[in-house]
């Protein structure tokens, strides 16, 4: 058997060699083609969410509640002039601007929607399907209006309490529930929460499930005079404050 030269071996290797990188580079061309094939998007804008201006819930029902009082307040949780009154105190706030591309969500469809998430605790994508709005659109609208009411109203309704404020509520509390030397009533609530990313058991309640806590004092007239908001739901004490959400 004759024995093949050095340079035939060595071409066969060298075309051995192409080819196995021929092929690596194919196939890394391959995923990256069908990983931009799946992350392709299938629409600009959802045939469900391009009719929202005439079949979305704000578009096509709150018009006519605005006929019936008692509807209305059932819907948003509030009067007519309530939620104006709140409109006029956010809209600087959540208001957006029209674009060559596309209409904005107006500031009383924004301040809606977050009602109804609020008052209802139904979940963003029952919401989507309402609205008509893409549920990470309504996720960044609820946060920005909660943020806007906050900014905008916790100085009238919510101010941090002072000494006056204590004694005449302790006042009020002897006065009509024959209570003195109260100065609030305490009381709280787990809320059920996903489990947060590597936060081990700080959230783990007595109760055996994952929640955060919200924590109130109520004054005898049955308004908030203090709140204290997002305490891990192990904690089974808390040192009570006033704190932004």
């Not at 629409?43 to 005439?54: A, D, K, N």
């Not at 905008?152 to 309490?161: G, I």
């Not at 947060?196 to 109520?218: C, D, E, R």
Request: aromatic share 14%.
């Amino acid at each position: 058997m004759m024995e093949r030269p050095m340079d035939s071996i060595y071409m066969d290797m060298e075309m051995e060699f192409a080819l196995a990188h021929a092929y690596a580079v194919a196939c890394s061309h391959q995923r990256e083609r069908e990983k931009r094939r799946w992350s392709r998007r299938r629409f600009w804008i959802h045939p469900i969410l391009e009719v929202r201006e005439s079949r979305g819930a704000y578009h096509s029902l709150f018009g006519e509640l605005n006929d019936n009082l008692e509807k209305y307040f059932q819907y948003t949780r509030m009067s007519q002039d309530s939620f104006r009154y709140l409109l006029r105190r956010v809209e600087g706030s959540i208001g957006r601007q029209d674009t060559q591309l596309r209409r904005a969500i107006s500031a009383e469809e924004r301040l809606l929607v977050t009602l109804r998430f609020l008052a209802t605790g139904e979940t963003l994508r029952s919401l989507h399907f309402q609205f008509r709005i893409g549920v990470s659109t309504l996720s960044g609208i609820i946060a920005e209006t909660c943020r806007a009411l906050w900014d905008n109203l916790r100085e009238e309704f919510l101010p941090v309490p002072t000494r006056e404020i204590w004694e005449a509520n302790a006042q009020k509390f002897e006065e009509v529930c024959s209570f003195p030397n109260c100065i609030g009533a305490v009381d709280g609530k787990h809320i059920r929460i996903t489990k947060p990313g590597k936060s081990g058991s700080l959230f783990y309640n007595y109760k055996k499930y994952f929640s955060t806590v919200l924590m109130a004092i109520a004054g005898a007239d049955c308004r908030f005079l203090a709140v204290d908001i997002a305490f891990q739901g192990a904690v089974r004490y808390w040192t009570f404050y006033r704190s932004t959400p």
